[in-house]
Structure formats: structure tokens, C-alpha cells
């Protein structure tokens, strides 16, 4: 009954959510797109990760996955589907505080064409990790009209120094209509409590001397140079124990300062900050004469 009951009350702690997707319209480069927006009982715009799907006969196809932006929208495009009819709807996972919702479907046609070309679809198109974690989606390229050729693989959207990705393989020939696949492997950064200090602060206490203190490292010739001429006269040996007494202020100011930010303000370097993120897949080729070039996301989520 407990359990029941604690159930029940984490459910209706969850707003509702309302997913919507917009007809096809075109974007500033001409491609096909469509907009998925989420929002919940107040109309008011939620964060989290959207899918868009195609659902065609009793196959479905996950195409592509985005991060929802602060007015609780995604756009994808949808202009290298196959020829035929697609029920495409948007699905959005949700959170602990908002409720999963799919869109109602939405039919998009496409003409056939003769033009050599290919598909890239990526499963899954979400998926959440804690920091430091892994994650890993299937590429599939699928030959369109004869397509053959080589095809190249790369990601971007990457939080800068936070998530890397790598393709596996990074280029692959396309040499009959059966379609392959490739892996893209995400690693997002761990918190780094042993470097942190240098890489954003002073060193900590008992490190090696920081970079800062190197500028003092160049008074010692001076300093060394002053003492022997110090031997012919009297009057420099003064100001040469003025100038190490300076020198030992500064750098014991310093180590003080390092001191004072490692114990008091700890490490700033936390990983890969939590959020949802947005990570395109490009699939590019040409052979010289004419290139093409096509893209699919997905939806990395880190707590």
C-alpha cells in the first residue's frame, strides 16, 4: 500500500505535457523542415529531449533526436526521406517533472527521383547518462537510386571541452543497395578534483611552483649578479637584501593565495554540466562533379 501510494504521488507531481508538430515548411538553405514544440497544462514551454519518428506500414523508423530549446522547440529536417508516404510524429521522453506526450501524426509525401542519393537515420535518437558516463547510437546509411560511393561521418554541437564523439568507422563505401552502419560512441567529462586546481587556479599547497611564481624565478641572476658586486661595494649588499626580501613576499603571497582558493572554493571543474544536449551526425560525399550532404541528431541528456 506504501508503495502504491508513494507511486501515485511521484505521478501526479508530473505536469502534463502537449506535443505539437507543424506542417513542412522550408528553411533559409531550402531544406524541408518541421518544428516540434512541447508544452504543459499552462501552455507554458518545457526542456528535456524530442525524437521524430516515421511510421511507415507496421515499420518504424527513429530519424532523429534534439534537445528542446528555451521556448520548448525543436526543428528537423525531412527532406532525404524515401519516396512514398511517411506518418511521421514527434515523441518527447520526458522528465521528472513533466509527463512523456507523442504528437499526432503527420503525413508527408515525397516524390520519387531518379537522382542517385541516401538516407541517414540514427537509433536511439535519446538517451541520458551522469557525468563521465558513455553512450553509443547506430548509424544507418541507406542507398537510394544506385547511390554509390564514399560516404565520410562527423559530429558537431559538442559542449566544447565537455563531450567528445568519434565515429566508428569514419568513412564508408557504398558499394551495393543493402544498407550499413556505423557507430558513434559519446564520452562526456567526469568531475576532475585532482587537476582542477591547475587548470583554473593556483597550484595547491605543496605543488610545484605555479606559473606565476616563474616570473620570479628571473631575479635570481639578477639577485646572484648583485652579490658579486657586492664584494666591491658595500653600499649594493643593502639593497640587495631588499630585493630578497622582496621576492619572498611575493612568492609567500602567492603559495597564500593558492592555499586560500584550493581550501576554500574546492575545484571548479565539475565534468559535463547537466542538461540536454543537441548532437548532429553529418553524412557528406562527392565525387568531384556533385556532392551531397545529410544530417540526423540525438538527444543527450547528462544528470
Known amino acids: 500500500m ?4 508513494l507511486v501515485a504521488g511521484l505521478a501526479s507531481a508530473q505536469s502534463r505535457t502537449y506535443t505539437t508538430m507543424s ?4 528553411d533559409a538553405a531550402g531544406h524541408s523542415t518541421v518544428t516540434v514544440t512541447v508544452t504543459d497544462d499552462t501552455g507554458q514551454p518545457v526542456s528535456g529531449a524530442v525524437s521524430l519518428v516515421d511510421i511507415t506500414g507496421s515499420a ?3 530519424l532523429s533526436g534534439a534537445a528542446l530549446d528555451a521556448q520548448g522547440s525543436a526543428t528537423f529536417r525531412v527532406g532525404n526521406l524515401p519516396a512514398g508516404d511517411h506518418a511521421l510524429h514527434a515523441e518527447f521522453a520526458g522528465t521528472p517533472s513533466d509527463t512523456a506526450s507523442s504528437s499526432k501524426p503527420f503525413t508527408l509525401h515525397t516524390e520519387a527521383t531518379a537522382v542517385p542519393d541516401f538516407t541517414i537515420a540514427l537509433s536511439p535518437t535519446t538517451f541520458t547518462v551522469k557525468t563521465g558516463g558513455t553512450a553509443a547510437t547506430t548509424i544507418t546509411i541507406t542507398p537510394l537510386n544506385g547511390f554509390t560511393g564514399f560516404i565520410s561521418l562527423s559530429c558537431s554541437g559538442l559542449p566544447i571541452d565537455y563531450v567528445s564523439c568519434n565515429n566508428t568507422p569514419a568513412n564508408m563505401e557504398i558499394t ?3 544498407p550499413q552502419t556505423a557507430v558513434m560512441n559519446i564520452q562526456t567529462t567526469a568531475t576532475d578534483s585532482t587537476t582542477a586546481g591547475w ?8 605543488a610545484p611552483l605555479a606559473r606565476g611564481n616563474g616570473a620570479y624565478l628571473a631575479l635570481l641572476p639578477g639577485i646572484v649578479g648583485l652579490g658579486w658586486l657586492a664584494r666591491k661595494r658595500r653600499r649594493l649588499m643593502r639593497n640587495l637584501m631588499l630585493i630578497l626580501l622582496a621576492s619572498v613576499t611575493l612568492m609567500s603571497a602567492t603559495g597564500c593565495s593558492a592555499q586560500y582558493w584550493y581550501y576554500h572554493l574546492g575545484p571548479i571543474f565539475g565534468g559535463t554540466p547537466p542538461g ?7 553524412a557528406q560525399t562527392s565525387n568531384g562533379v556533385t556532392a551531397a550532404e545529410h544530417s540526423a541528431s540525438v538527444a543527450l541528456t547528462v544528470q
Open 276 to 282: 540536454t544536449y543537441t548532437i548532429t551526425v553529418t
Open 199 to 206: 587548470l583554473h587556479k593556483p597550484a595547491m599547497p605543496g
Open 176 to 178: 551495393t543497395a543493402t
Open 23 to 26: 506542417p513542412v515548411a522550408k
Open 2 to 5: 506504501l508503495c502504491a501510494f
Open 60 to 62: 518504424t523508423h527513429w
